[in-house]
């Protein structure tokens, strides 16, 4: 079946811009995660959804950085007033819950790119 | 704080050369260490899961294993499609955040003809 997909796949953005960030989970998984991978690093938690519940943006590095689902499926993670330091490869992740027992799929990752 | 270190950062070998990559980890109630493959450009693939030590999970030329300490991902007689990161995570119960992974920084495998 279909995985997890994101779009754009690539984006350039000049500093001070706001950019969308969009991904598909994989049909009937309840929880979806975003991740960051920057040059050199391990991937990076931003944040978690699982159905209806609160989400955990205890990984958003700073307020610039929002992300919403909508309708139980698709995420769109928004950084505003974009900067140098953004410049990274952000990932989108699902799973048919969270917790234990169920392993996190990936989709392909956007790669965000600011001038 | 769930910690994951991966060695060696970089790994040549040559195509039947078996080897072991080395995921040294430290956390708060293991609940699930995690093996991905990533290929360039792309995310990462998942391989393995394994939850206690003692545990070992085997996939085509590939067999990941379990200590308190630490994970090993044996390469026996690799080819050159096996080239690629190889990531390692943990995920951890500890404040009721049991779904983040934390990732260590990977291990670049290039398996040479």
């Known amino acids: 079946g279909a995985g997890v997909s994101q779009s754009p796949s690539n984006k350039v953005t000049e500093k001070g811009k706001d950019v969308e960030l969009r991904c598909d989970p994989i049909s009937g998984h309840t929880a979806l995660y975003w991740y960051r991978q920057s040059l050199g690093q391990g991937l990076e938690f931003l944040i978690y959804?699982?159905?209806?519940?609160?989400?955990?943006k205890s990984g958003l590095p700073s307020d610039r950085f929002s992300a919403e689902r909508t309708g139980g499926s698709v995420s769109t993670l928004t950084i505003q007033r974009t900067q140098q330091e953004d410049s990274a490869v952000y990932l989108c992740?699902?799973?048919?819950?969270?917790?234990?027992?169920?392993?996190?799929?990936f989709g392909p990752g956007t790669r965000l790119t600011v001038t | 704080e769930d910690q994951v270190t991966q060695s060696p950062e970089a790994l040549r070998l040559q195509e039947g050369e078996s080897s072991s990559l080395n995921c040294s980890y430290t956390?708060?109630?293991?609940?699930?260490l995690f093996w991905y493959r990533q290929d360039p450009g792309k995310g990462p693939e998942f391989l393995f899961t394994?939850?206690?030590a003692g545990e070992e999970k085997e996939k085509e030329r590939l067999k990941a294993t379990l200590t308190k300490k630490e994970s090993f991902l044996h390469i026996t007689a690799p080819k050159p499609e096996d080239s690629a990161t190889y990531l390692c995570a943990v995920r951890g119960g500890s404040g009721g955040s049991n779904y983040k992974l934390t990732f260590g920084k990977g291990t670049l495998l290039t398996v040479n003809p």
């Open positions: 992740a699902s799973s048919l819950m969270g917790g234990t027992g169920h392993e996190q799929y």
């Open positions: 956390v708060s109630g293991l609940r699930g």
């Open positions: 959804f699982q159905g209806n519940s609160a989400p955990d």
């Open positions: 394994l939850y206690s």
